[in-house]
């Protein structure tokens, strides 16, 4: 999928990373502290785990210089009330801000969740986030009045 941006900008290309490569190893350990200072890069087992399950899908996006530039990764799932779909972690690169990257990755996630019969799609993004905040607003989504609740199982993760 080619995504345009401004006119006379360039595109953006988003993929379904299906094998990981150095190239995908390399662009986390680049991308995931631009997400969270607190989040170890994703090992190159971990990324192989996502993409090899059934109910994930690790969306990338490339520039077109060839870089990557952004993530997204897309759960899905059923549960009693029906087929949902999660988007989870989107990371675009400094480098690649207000390209209209964000907005590719995030199209081919609910077009990828739609073909598959979810019946809705959620995320969730920080108040301090406000540009991903206004791109979600302006690409459908709606603030929902609800508590997310975490709890820490206290079970460390890969690289902590």
């Known amino acids: 999928m080619t995504a345009d941006t401004e006119p006379g900008a360039p595109s953006v290309e988003v993929y379904e990373a299906t094998e990981v490569t150095d190239e995908l190893v390399e662009s986390f350990a680049r991308l995931v502290p631009q997400l969270s200072s607190s989040s170890a890069p994703t090992s190159r087992a971990e990324l192989a785990e996502i993409a090899a399950s059934e109910a994930t899908v690790l969306f990338m996006a490339r520039s077109a210089d060839g870089r990557i530039v952004g993530s997204l990764t897309l759960a899905m799932f059923r549960i009693p009330t029906g087929f949902r779909a999660w988007i989870e972690d989107v990371v675009v690169d400094d480098s690649a801000r207000g390209a209209g ?57 890969e690289g902590s």
Do not use: H, Q
């Not at 990755?105 to 406000?130: C, N």
């Open 101 to 157: 990257v964000g907005e590719a990755l995030v199209a081919a996630a609910v077009d990828r969740a739609r073909s598959a019969g979810a019946k809705t799609v959620d995320l969730t993004s920080r108040p301090s986030r406000e540009s991903a905040n206004r791109l979600y607003l302006r690409l459908g989504f709606e603030a929902r009045s609800t508590n997310v609740y975490r709890l820490s199982t206290g079970i460390p993760t």
